[in-house]
């Protein structure tokens, strides 16, 4: 069989090597993209909250377990989410590019993959830290695997549930540093369970098309005109804000964190308010949405300063 001319030029020593090089960035992009690394990071940035807010004993070789156990337990995760959802990840149009239904990265190989990252991420967080922090690391995991997504194609509570692995990395923060978890930790706990039911519903109305497409029954499927998502999201907003609050009232925290969570919560609050009250919800929907990312940072760092430098 013959090559046309522009073929033969590919076949090259250096056209070949480029290729190459090429194709091996293109896996290693695919291997990290499997990974979800922002919400990755996400994890690993609030369970370093846990940690610090539980003013630990300033220990090197558990600060490096614990961050490098919570990053491969979150990665081994993702990786398992993606490898299970592949099929329906192909229906929408923000996840089919994604690395599996892409066929960037065989089935197989992000199934064991997942696995090996997930039995190292609880391994380092076992040894390294404790036995609680790795008992929460395999919790979140497992919750976010073996329940979370196989729900998401049955029930609209699947969100609920999916809250859960999302609030567990300050916990597992906090049993490194405590290796026990105390009230804040499980006021910690609560601010991120709550904080994601306004966020998730600002990303559920804003996709409710491609997740329609896919099959999910979130509530923004379930319910097209939005008002049960807005209701929902004010519902924990308000919980939100009774719970960050908690800390001043138990002695845990001074003005500092509590002028910053009480504006953020209110703010917060205010927005969910709007998104289920507005008559066209698209623009509400990512101003609730833009909120909900600066709430988190706002109020978590602001929680560490205030334990390090002013409690």
């Not at 229906?91 to 065989?106: D, H, Y």
């Not at 999910?216 to 804000?241: E, S």
């Amino acid at each position: 069989m013959s090559l046309e001319p522009s073929k033969r030029v590919d076949l090259t020593p250096a056209a070949t090597l480029s290729d190459r090089t090429e194709n091996k960035a293109i896996a290693w992009s695919a291997y990290y993209e499997l990974t979800k690394p922002r919400l990755s990071l996400l994890s690993v940035i609030t369970a370093l909250v846990g940690y610090l807010a539980a003013l630990p004993a300033r220990d090197v070789f558990v600060l490096v377990f614990f961050l490098g156990g919570t990053a491969v337990c979150a990665a081994g995760a993702a990786t398992l989410n993606q490898f299970i959802e592949r099929d329906t990840d192909a229906l929408m149009k923000r996840t089919r590019e994604r690395p599996l239904p892409a066929g960037q990265v065989s089935p197989t190989v992000a199934l064991w993959l997942g696995i090996a990252l997930s039995v190292v991420g609880v391994t380092a967080l076992w040894l390294g830290a404790n036995p609680l922090a790795g008992a929460l690391g395999l919790a979140t995991i497992f919750t976010y695997i073996a329940l979370y997504t196989p729900l998401k194609l049955k029930t609209r509570w699947a969100t609920e549930v999916g809250a859960l692995p999302g609030a567990l990395p300050p916990l597992i923060g906090w049993a490194a540093a405590e290796g026990e978890i105390s009230p804040l930790g499980w006021i910690l706990f609560g601010i991120l369970a709550f904080w994601q039911m306004p966020h998730f519903m600002a990303i559920a109305w804003t996709f409710r098309k491609d997740y329609g497409s896919a099959g999910f029954p979130m509530l923004t499927v379930v319910d097209p005109t939005g008002r049960k998502a807005g209701i929902w999201a004010t519902v924990n907003a308000i919980a939100l804000l009774i719970v960050s609050l908690l800390p001043i009232f138990l002695g845990l925290c001074s003005w500092l964190y509590t002028a910053v969570a009480a504006l953020f919560g209110i703010w917060y609050l205010l927005r969910s308010i709007a998104f289920a009250t507005a008559s066209n919800r698209d623009g509400v929907a990512r101003k609730l949405f833009f909120n909900s990312i600066l709430y988190l940072p706002a109020v978590l760092f602001t929680l560490v300063i205030d334990r390090w430098i002013l409690f």
